[in-house]
C-alpha cells in the first residue's frame, strides 16, 4: 500500500509494508508550502494545491507532471488553496481556499465549471458526498458547513452546531469511505470537538463537545466499519469513537502534536502525521507504540495523509489533454457473455432457490418497471434504497449493525421475477389470441373478395396487395412491441440484481464489520 503526504515545499509518496515504510520519491513542482496531497480514485493519480493557488496533477508511479492549473483571484492572499478532492470517478476535481469559495473543476478541460460562494472567511477542507457524489461539502473559518448541490449547483443548506457551544474554526471534514454510509460525514473544529452528520436529513448523529484539549485537527472515518472513528489533536491525543453507541472508545497519547491522520483500506493501519514533520504507523489490532516511523520534513509540519485507494477492476477512459488516462472510470462486468436472464437464474440457484418456472423463455411480454429511486436530497428527500434496513434498530433511532438474514429479500426478489414472467405469459397470450383473431378475420374477407369478384383480376390482385401491407404493418408493429417489452424486462432484471449485488454486499461487509470490532473494541 502506498501513502502520500504534503509537508512543506513537497509532496512525498511512501511504500508501507507490516514491516516498514519506504520513501519512493519526492514532488516539488508548486514552489510553494504544499497545502493538501490526494489520490484519486484508483491512486493513479496524485492531486497537490499550494498557498500560492497552484494545483498539479501528476502520475504517482512516476512523477511525471500532467498539468498545472492555478486559482483565480484578483489578491495573492485569496488565490490560497486549502484542500483538495476528487470526485468518486475522478473526472471532477473539488478545491476550497482563502476567497470563501469551493470549486468544481472539470478535469478534461481544466476549467471552472462550478463556483460556490459558501463564505465571507476561509474554507478549510471540502469533500464530495452521496453514492452518487451528488454533494460537495465544504467548511470554512465561520464554524458553517456548507452542502452544495452538483446538479443544480446551488448551496442546498447548511451544518451548523448549537449556539449554546459557541462558534468555532471548523478545521476538517471528510465523508465516509464505507460503500453504505457515503452520507456520513464527520467534522472537527478548533474548541476540540467532534461531531457525525447525515447528510440525507442533514441532523446531527453524534456529538462529541471538547474531546481533544485543544483545536482537533484531524479526522478519519472507518472503510470497513460504518461506527468507527479517529480523531487527533494538537493536544497530541488520537481518539477512537463507536458513532453509533456515541462513546469514546480509546485514545493514543503521542508527544508530538498531531496534524493529520489517515487510515488504510485495511481498517487496521493507521498513519499519524506530526506538526514536527513525522509520520507514525501504528497496527490498531492492539498495539499502543507505533509499528515504526520515519522524518518527512526538518522543519514543518506533515499537512495532510492519505492512503491510496485499493486496486479495483476498472479500465480508466477519459483522457487530461496530455494524453494520459486518468480521469474517469468505467467498471469491466465479471459476467461477460451471460444474458441478462442467465445472470439472474445463476445468481437465484446459487442461493439454493432454483430458477423460476418460465413457459414461454422466447415470448417476452410487456413489463411495467418502476425507474430507479432517485438520489438523495438534501434534507428534503429519501435516503437511496442500497442498504436495506436493518429489523434491528437501537433506541436512539440508528441502525444496529447486527449481521442480517438475506432470505427475505432473495426471496421478494424470486417472488417479483416470478410475477412478471406471469404477466409477461398471460400478455403474449393475450396478444396472440388477437393477432390470430385478426389474420383469420384477414383471410375470411380475402376468401370473400375473391369469390365476390374472381372474375376481374385487377380488384383479386388489389385485395391480395392491400392484406399483405396489413399484415406486414402488423408484423413490424408486433417486432417493434416486443423489443420494447424485451428492454423494459432487461431494465427490471438490472435493478433486481443491482439489489441481490447490494444484499450480498452488505451482509458481508456487516460481517466484516462485527469481526473488526470484536477484535479491535474491548468489551466494556
Same mark, same amino acid.
Given at each position: 500500500?502506498?501513502?502520500?503526504?504534503?509537508?512543506?515545499?513537497?509532496?512525498?509518496?511512501?511504500?508501507?509494508?507490516?514491516?516498514?515504510?519506504?520513501?519512493?520519491?519526492?514532488?516539488?513542482?508548486?514552489?510553494?508550502?504544499?497545502? =493538501?496531497?490526494?489520490?484519486?480514485?484508483?491512486?493513479?493519480?496524485?492531486?497537490?494545491?499550494?498557498?500560492?493557488?497552484?494545483?498539479? *496533477?501528476?502520475?504517482?508511479?512516476?512523477?511525471?507532471? *500532467?498539468?498545472?492549473?492555478?486559482? &483565480?483571484?484578483?489578491?495573492?492572499?485569496?488565490?490560497?488553496?486549502?484542500?483538495?478532492?476528487?470526485?468518486?470517478? @475522478?473526472?471532477?476535481?473539488?478545491?476550497?481556499?482563502?476567497?470563501?469559495?469551493? /470549486?468544481?473543476?472539470?478535469?478534461?478541460?481544466?476549467?471552472?465549471?462550478?463556483?460556490?460562494?459558501?463564505?465571507?472567511?476561509?474554507?478549510?477542507?471540502?469533500?464530495?458526498?452521496?453514492? $452518487?457524489?451528488?454533494?460537495?461539502?465544504?467548511?470554512?473559518?465561520?464554524?458553517?458547513?456548507?452542502? =452544495?448541490?452538483?446538479?443544480?449547483?446551488?448551496?442546498? !443548506?447548511? *451544518?451548523?452546531?448549537?449556539?449554546?457551544?459557541?462558534?468555532?474554526?471548523?478545521?476538517?471534514?471528510?465523508? @465516509?469511505?464505507?460503500?453504505?454510509?457515503?452520507?456520513?460525514?464527520?467534522?472537527?473544529?478548533?474548541? !476540540?470537538?467532534?461531531?457525525?452528520?447525515?447528510?440525507?436529513?442533514? #441532523?446531527?448523529?453524534?456529538?462529541?463537545?471538547? #474531546?481533544?484539549?485543544?483545536?482537533?485537527?484531524?479526522?478519519?472515518?472507518? &472503510?470497513?466499519?460504518?461506527?468507527?472513528?479517529?480523531?487527533?489533536?494538537?493536544?497530541?491525543?488520537?481518539?477512537?469513537?463507536?458513532?453509533? #453507541?456515541?462513546?469514546?472508545?480509546?485514545?493514543?497519547?503521542?508527544?508530538?502534536?498531531?496534524?493529520?491522520?489517515?487510515? =488504510?483500506?485495511?481498517?487496521?493501519?493507521?498513519?499519524?502525521?506530526?506538526?514536527?514533520?513525522?509520520?507514525?504507523?501504528?497496527?490498531?489490532?492492539?498495539?499502543?507504540?507505533?509499528?515504526?516511523?520515519?522524518?518527512?520534513?526538518?522543519?514543518?509540519?506533515?499537512?495532510?495523509?492519505?492512503?491510496?485507494?485499493?486496486?479495483?477492476?476498472?479500465?480508466?477512459?477519459?483522457?487530461?489533454?496530455? !494524453?494520459?488516462?486518468?480521469?474517469?472510470?468505467?467498471?469491466?462486468?465479471?459476467?461477460?457473455?451471460?444474458?441478462?436472464?442467465?445472470?439472474?437464474?445463476?445468481?437465484?440457484?446459487?442461493?439454493?432457490?432454483?430458477?423460476?418456472?418460465?413457459?414461454?423463455?422466447?415470448?417476452?411480454?410487456?413489463?411495467?418497471?418502476?425507474?430507479?429511486? @432517485?438520489?438523495?436530497?438534501?434534507?428534503?428527500?429519501?435516503?437511496?434504497?442500497?442498504?436495506?434496513?436493518?429489523?434491528?434498530?437501537?433506541?436512539?433511532?440508528?441502525?444496529?449493525?447486527?449481521?442480517?438474514?438475506?432470505? /427475505?429479500?432473495?426471496?421478494?426478489?424470486?417472488?417479483?421475477?416470478?410475477?412478471?414472467? !406471469?404477466?409477461?405469459?398471460?400478455?403474449?397470450?393475450?396478444?396472440?389470441?388477437?393477432?390470430?383473431?385478426?389474420?383469420?378475420?384477414?383471410?375470411? /374477407? *380475402?376468401?370473400?373478395?375473391?369469390?365476390?369478384?374472381?372474375?376481374? @383480376?385487377?380488384?383479386?390482385?388489389?385485395?391480395?396487395? $392491400?392484406?399483405?401491407?396489413?399484415?406486414?404493418?402488423?408484423?413490424?408493429?408486433?417486432?417493434?412491441?416486443? #423489443?420494447?417489452?424485451?428492454?423494459?424486462?432487461?431494465?427490471?432484471?438490472?435493478?433486481?440484481?443491482?439489489?441481490?449485488?447490494?444484499?450480498?454486499?452488505?451482509?458481508?461487509?456487516?460481517?466484516?464489520?462485527?469481526?473488526?470490532?470484536?477484535?479491535?473494541?474491548?468489551?466494556?
Amino acid at each position: 500500500m502506498f501513502l502520500c503526504c504534503a509537508a512543506g515545499l513537497v509532496t512525498k509518496t511512501f511504500e508501507v509494508t507490516s514491516e516498514t515504510i519506504t520513501h519512493q520519491r519526492t514532488l516539488s513542482l508548486l514552489n510553494a508550502d504544499v497545502s =493538501c496531497a490526494r489520490y484519486n480514485h484508483n491512486g493513479r493519480i496524485l492531486a497537490s494545491s499550494s498557498v500560492e493557488g497552484g494545483i498539479c *496533477l501528476n502520475v504517482a508511479s512516476s512523477g511525471e507532471l *500532467l498539468s498545472r492549473f492555478f486559482n &483565480p483571484g484578483e489578491a495573492p492572499a485569496n488565490r490560497r488553496v486549502n484542500a483538495v478532492q476528487f470526485s468518486s470517478g @475522478s473526472r471532477f476535481l473539488a478545491s476550497g481556499g482563502n476567497d470563501g469559495c469551493v /470549486r468544481l473543476w472539470d478535469l478534461k478541460t481544466q476549467e471552472t465549471m462550478q463556483t460556490y460562494n459558501i463564505s465571507a472567511s476561509v474554507v478549510t477542507s471540502v469533500a464530495f458526498s452521496g453514492y $452518487k457524489d451528488e454533494f460537495i461539502v465544504g467548511g470554512s473559518a465561520s464554524g458553517a458547513i456548507s452542502v =452544495c448541490d452538483v446538479q443544480t449547483a446551488e448551496t442546498a !443548506g447548511f *451544518l451548523t452546531v448549537d449556539p449554546a457551544h459557541g462558534v468555532h474554526k471548523v478545521m476538517t471534514i471528510q465523508a @465516509s469511505p464505507h460503500p453504505y454510509a457515503r452520507h456520513t460525514l464527520g467534522s472537527t473544529y478548533s474548541d !476540540g470537538s467532534v461531531r457525525v452528520w447525515d447528510l440525507s436529513t442533514g #441532523q446531527l448523529k453524534a456529538e462529541f463537545v471538547r #474531546q481533544h484539549e485543544a483545536p482537533a485537527t484531524s479526522l478519519t472515518l472507518s &472503510p470497513v466499519s460504518k461506527v468507527l472513528l479517529a480523531t487527533g489533536g494538537l493536544d497530541g491525543r488520537v481518539i477512537f469513537y463507536d458513532t453509533l #453507541q456515541r462513546k469514546k472508545l480509546r485514545s493514543l497519547d503521542l508527544e508530538q502534536p498531531v496534524s493529520s491522520l489517515a487510515l =488504510c483500506a485495511d481498517g487496521k493501519t493507521l498513519a499519524v502525521g506530526t506538526t514536527t514533520g513525522e509520520i507514525l504507523v501504528y497496527d490498531l489490532r492492539g498495539a499502543i507504540t507505533p509499528l515504526f516511523s520515519t522524518l518527512v520534513h526538518e522543519t514543518s509540519g506533515v499537512h495532510s495523509l492519505q492512503f491510496s485507494p485499493p486496486p479495483s477492476d476498472v479500465v480508466t477512459t477519459g483522457v487530461i489533454p496530455e !494524453g494520459v488516462p486518468v480521469v474517469s472510470a468505467e467498471h469491466v462486468s465479471p459476467c461477460k457473455g451471460e444474458t441478462l436472464q442467465e445472470i439472474a437464474v445463476r445468481k437465484l440457484e446459487a442461493l439454493g432457490m432454483g430458477s423460476p418456472t418460465r413457459k414461454h423463455e422466447d415470448k417476452p411480454g410487456l413489463v411495467h418497471s418502476s425507474p430507479p429511486s @432517485s438520489p438523495t436530497r438534501f434534507a428534503t428527500r429519501i435516503a437511496e434504497p442500497s442498504e436495506p434496513a436493518s429489523p434491528q434498530s437501537h433506541s436512539n433511532g440508528f441502525a444496529t449493525p447486527t449481521q442480517s438474514s438475506p432470505s /427475505r429479500p432473495f426471496a421478494n426478489a424470486r417472488s417479483e421475477l416470478a410475477t412478471v414472467q !406471469g404477466s409477461m405469459d398471460e400478455r403474449w397470450q393475450s396478444k396472440s389470441s388477437a393477432v390470430s383473431s385478426l389474420l383469420s378475420a384477414l383471410s375470411r /374477407r *380475402l376468401s370473400e373478395q375473391t369469390s365476390d369478384a374472381f372474375s376481374p @383480376s385487377k380488384q383479386i390482385n388489389f385485395g391480395k396487395s $392491400k392484406l399483405r401491407a396489413e399484415v406486414q404493418r402488423l408484423r413490424e408493429e408486433m417486432e417493434l412491441r416486443r #423489443q420494447e417489452e424485451i428492454d423494459q424486462l432487461s431494465t427490471l432484471l438490472e435493478n433486481l440484481m443491482d439489489r441481490f449485488d447490494a444484499i450480498v454486499e452488505e451482509n458481508r461487509s456487516l460481517r466484516e464489520e462485527n469481526e473488526w470490532l470484536k477484535s479491535h473494541v474491548p468489551a466494556s
